[in-house]
């Protein structure tokens, strides 16, 4: 089937079954196209609040069908490949929430989106690489239990000395694979470019760059520069709508790595097989659906 079928088809059943498709900058290009609605996370936690339809479509990886199911639990949402599943949302254990807990009084147990409805459910407030920042300087607590990405919360933690971090040791492969010798080197090809890092990586690459932020905040911030070159240090998947956006500025990678494997998993044929036969289907008990929406609900709230 060639591509412009399996687009045909997708637009069919859509509307057929009152469907929506949410994607991620990191899919395919073609899955973004046929997309009606692309973002970040944050975005596509707030967006899942406001859909009206019968069926949402997540192509991104496994907490994203699952923050969209716990934000809309009487709708049926469908990942193209239930496979999909981001390594970092595992990297956090609910036992040492529970022991935290205990060890300190005043404590916020910050989670980050790429979690598990498990780690979410045992957290205070969700947070995302585009609102962390506001989110954990409005806490009155003082001690923030962060969990589970070790950078994010470092970039964090440096911004606010007013609070008492305690890290977690979770991280994205992605980006912390990629080191300060790759960036020089992207930087000493590339003298006139700007360097913009997501906050997943280290922070001796983060201290580099010129801009960090989510993946919506380095498409804005590139779609409202005068420069003409970047070094993007997130994953590629993310050049697709910077250069649809800024077709007269150049983008570079840091090194062939920046993939994420599992969000390749979504794939045209997948997503049509998924509204053809409504699965695979993101099923979750009512319980972790109850408790994992109160933290979702604060990050919304708290990030207005
Ligand atoms: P954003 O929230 O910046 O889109 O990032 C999601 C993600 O998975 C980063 O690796
Ligand atoms: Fe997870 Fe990293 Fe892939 Fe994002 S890029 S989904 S954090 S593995």
Redesign the pocket.
């Known amino acids: 089937m060639t591509t412009e079928q399996m687009v045909s088809e997708i637009e069919c059943l859509k509307k057929e079954k009152n469907a929506v498709i949410m994607a991620h900058y ?1 899919v395919d290009d073609d899955v973004q196209d046929v997309a009606d609605y692309i973002g970040d996370s944050f975005f596509l936690s707030r967006k899942a609040t406001e859909i009206d339809a019968d069926i949402i479509v997540l192509c991104g ?1 496994r907490f994203m069908g699952e923050s969209a199911k716990v934000l809309n639990p009487d709708k049926k949402v469908l990942i193209p490949d239930i496979g999909a599943d ?3 949302a595992h990297m956090a254990e609910v036992d040492e929430v529970a022991r935290m807990r205990r060890e300190y009084e005043d404590l916020a147990v910050v989670c980050y989106v ?1 979690s598990t409805a498990e780690l979410k459910a045992v957290s205070d407030v969700c947070v995302t690489s585009a609102n962390a920042l506001k989110i954990v300087s409005r806490l009155p607590q003082k001690n923030i239990f962060f969990i589970p990405d070790q950078n994010l919360a470092h970039y964090i933690a440096d911004q606010l000395p007013e609070k008492h971090f305690i890290f977690n040791d979770g991280y ?4 912390h694979g990629l080191t300060v010798e790759q960036i020089q080197r992207a930087q000493r090809e590339h003298p006139d470019a700007q360097l913009c890092v997501h906050p ?1 990586c280290k922070p001796e690459v983060t201290a580099l760059a010129d801009y960090v932020g989510s993946t919506s905040g380095i498409i804005n911030y590139v779609s409202n520069s005068d420069v003409k070159e970047f070094i993007i240090a997130t ?1 590629v998947g993310v050049m697709y709508e910077l250069k649809k956006k800024n077709p007269d500025k150049t983008f570079y990678a840091v090194s062939v790595m920046q993939v ?1 494997p ?2 390749k998993k979504i794939t045209m044929e997948k997503l049509l097989a998924a509204l053809k036969e409504e699965q695979p289907e993101v099923i979750l008990s009512e319980d972790l659906m109850v408790n994992a929406k109160t933290p979702m609900l604060n990050m919304l709230e708290l990030a207005k």
């Open positions: 990191y990886v981001c390594p970092m790429n994205c492969h992605v980006h997943e994953e994420c599992n969000m």
